[in-house]
C-alpha cells in the first residue's frame, strides 16, 4: 500500500481527530444557515456526497472541497491563519537558531575612489 493509500485509509490520529471537528464544525455551520448538503454541493459545483464526506471527517476529500464549504459559508476568512508564519513560534525559534551570530570577513573595501 502506497503512502497516499495509507494516509488515507489510518492516517495518524491528530489528523484523523482534526479532520473529524473540521467536518463537524462545517456541519453545525451549514446546519445553522439551514442550508441542505444539496444547496452547498451546487453552490461549489460538486456533487452532494463530496460535502457529505468532508463532514464526516474523511481523508481522501480533497482540501479544495473543504476551502469551498469555508467560502460557501462565509468563513473563508478564518483560513488565513492556517499556518500563518507569523503564528509559527516553533519555526521562529529554529529559524533563529540558523541564524549567523557574527558577519564573515569579506574583501577588506578600499575607500580610495
Same mark, same amino acid.
Not at 456541519?27 to 451546487?42: G, H, Y
Not at 467560502?71 to 541564524?99: C, F, M, N, T, Y
Given at each position: 500500500?502506497? @503512502? ?19 467536518? @463537524? ?15 452547498? @454541493?451546487?453552490? $461549489? ?6 460535502? #457529505? ?9 480533497? $482540501?479544495? $472541497?473543504?476551502? #469551498?464549504? !469555508? ?7 478564518? !483560513? ?20 549567523? !551570530?557574527? #558577519? ?10
Amino acid at each position: 500500500m502506497g @503512502a497516499r493509500n495509507l494516509l488515507f485509509a489510518k492516517p495518524p490520529y491528530a489528523v484523523e481527530q482534526s479532520l473529524s471537528t473540521l467536518g @463537524a464544525n462545517l456541519r453545525t455551520a451549514r446546519l445553522r444557515r439551514n442550508l441542505s448538503l444539496q444547496d452547498v @454541493a451546487e453552490k $461549489i459545483g460538486v456533487e452532494r456526497h463530496a460535502v #457529505a464526506a468532508a463532514e464526516k471527517g474523511k481523508p481522501s476529500t480533497g $482540501i479544495a $472541497i473543504y476551502v #469551498a464549504m !469555508l467560502w460557501v459559508l462565509g468563513l473563508l476568512d478564518q !483560513l488565513v491563519d492556517v499556518a500563518d508564519p507569523d503564528h509559527d513560534e516553533h519555526g521562529k525559534i529554529l529559524a533563529r537558531s540558523r541564524e549567523r !551570530l557574527h #558577519a564573515s570577513r569579506g574583501v577588506e573595501l578600499d575607500d580610495d575612489f
